[in-house]
């Protein structure tokens, strides 16, 4: 009898992870594997948003009955993983973060490499089988990668990006239109507060013991967001900061069309470090970069820099 797969990735998933469980779930089951994709807690809304236009659904762990393995997807860390999840069960990491701890899982055979989008590395698998991919599932993975790398334009994106985007677009109906409007979708700030947008697409990492949040924002006109919100956006990330008894925290405004981005904070320790990290400076509480900078790439440079004696 076939172990039944749990593929999931970080507890409320963004895109790259949702696109990830569900096309390598399939891809498992064309394998003739017991294999199902699902989320613990609620997808980013991003993720939602493609989900909805693409019509396809994610079912929650709760929903599942009992599985025997897991298989992680756009995760390589223990922080942000569900406390449900049994590191010992987890037989497989596939992520693109220099940042990771692979350490965590004993048991699992990892694939981590430096890509844009971990929906990269599960699209190389479908056209390395030869595996018959719909067009939701290359859709989804597509809006993935085009999200992950500012359509291409970001510095992680590498060659791989490309040529699977490239790939994608000839192997099935992709439509420019729904990743446009996702990127506009995304740019709707006013609709919801600016708690529950920094909520849900934040993440946490520790060095040397100083526990620090990160918020990561990606919008059109991002510098002009800012610039008529810093003040509710400063109030908004310390009261963050103390809920959740984080040390420090900033936010990275990331602008959509891929030219530099915007951070905010006010932790006088993060913004020496990040001037030197990024070469950039501080007026006040904001700095803007030369340079698009996303959190998985600005995470290994703030670390070396805290991480170095003065």
Request: glycine share 4%; with cysteine; aromatic share 6%.
């Amino acid at each position: 009898m076939n172990p039944r797969i749990l593929v999931t990735g970080y507890e409320s998933p963004d895109l790259d992870a949702v696109a990830c469980l569900l096309a390598y779930s399939e891809l498992l089951q064309y394998e003739g594997k017991d294999a199902v994709g699902a989320t613990f807690g609620t997808p980013h809304r991003e993720a939602q948003f493609v989900l909805d236009r693409l019509d396809l659904t994610v079912p929650a762990t709760e929903e599942l009955s009992d599985y025997d393995e897991v298989r992680l997807v756009d995760a390589s860390d223990r922080r942000g993983i569900s406390n449900e999840i049994d590191p010992d069960a987890v037989t497989e990491v596939i992520d693109h973060r220099e940042a990771h701890n692979p350490e965590a899982f004993p048991n699992a055979t990892l694939q981590v490499e430096l890509v844009g989008a971990a929906a990269t590395l599960v699209a190389e698998r479908y056209r390395e089988a030869g595996a018959p991919l719909t067009d939701k599932l290359a859709n989804v993975l597509y809006a993935a990668i085009v999200s992950n790398t500012l359509d291409l334009r970001a510095n992680v994106t590498t060659d791989r990006d490309e040529a699977v985007v490239a790939w994608l677009q000839r192997s099935a109906d992709v439509s420019q239109e729904i990743t446009d409007q996702m990127f506009k979708h995304k740019s709707r700030v006013g609709d919801e507060s600016l708690r529950s947008i920094f909520d849900s697409d934040f993440a946490s990492i520790s060095v040397s013991g100083t526990d620090i949040g990160i918020v990561q924002l990606e919008i059109l006109a991002v510098d002009d967001f800012v610039d008529s919100h810093q003040v509710e956006i400063v109030e908004t990330l310390n009261s963050m900061c103390n809920a959740r008894g984080l040390d420090h925290i900033l936010l990275i405004g990331v602008d959509l069309k891929g030219r530099f981005d915007v951070l905010v904070t006010d932790s006088s320790l993060l913004q020496r470090s990040l001037t030197e990290a990024l070469d950039t400076s501080f007026s006040g509480d904001v700095a803007v970069t030369n340079e698009p900078i996303l959190r998985k790439e600005l995470i290994p440079r703030l670390s070396r820099e805290m991480a170095t004696p003065e």
